[in-house]
């Protein structure tokens, strides 16, 4: 049989409490819901702009690398140039030094050449005159004193 009215009475006001409580739990629920959208909303957005600035920095970084590297091939060009200038007037130096060397070599050939025929001569008059035509004021100097003096291997080391 049905339950005494004072037990319906009560199980009505215990379900309306149920309710109620279940209705406070349902707006926590989405009180807490709304509140995990705007956390995950602020989380995306963070995401975003952390993403962007990376992506600037990577492009920051990699512009400032290849200003790097022009400015060392640049520079590299540079003394690569240097060197080779150097190189030039270090081997034209050299070659007319050579060439120097060989005509006084020449010279100096030529003129023992005579010298020896004078004294084979056995002639006074020309060994006396020979002496004063082929003094030593006359022989040309092939010193490598003669080369410039920063024609030095150190003038390469320096610029590298």
Request: net charge negative; hydrophobic share 30%.
């Amino acid at each position: 049989m049905p339950d005494s009215q004072e037990e319906v009475e009560l199980h009505v006001l215990q379900n309306i409490e149920k309710k109620s409580e279940l209705q406070e739990l349902e707006s926590q629920f989405s009180n807490k819901f709304a509140l995990g959208k705007i956390e995950s909303s602020k989380v995306k957005d963070f995401k975003t702009k952390y993403e962007q600035v990376y992506t600037e920095s990577v492009q920051k970084i990699d512009q400032q690398e290849k200003l790097i590297l022009d400015e060392v091939r640049k520079y590299a060009k540079d003394i690569r140039e240097q060197l080779k200038s150097e190189r030039q007037r270090i081997e034209k130096s050299v070659t007319e030094k050579e060439k120097d060397i060989a005509e006084v070599k020449e010279h100096l050939l030529n003129k023992q050449s005579i010298i020896q025929e004078i004294l084979e001569s056995n002639q006074a008059g020309q060994v006396f005159s020979a002496y004063q035509e082929f003094s030593e004021k006359d022989i040309k100097n092939a010193s490598f004193k003669a080369l410039p003096e920063d024609t030095k291997i150190s003038f390469l080391l320096r610029t590298i």
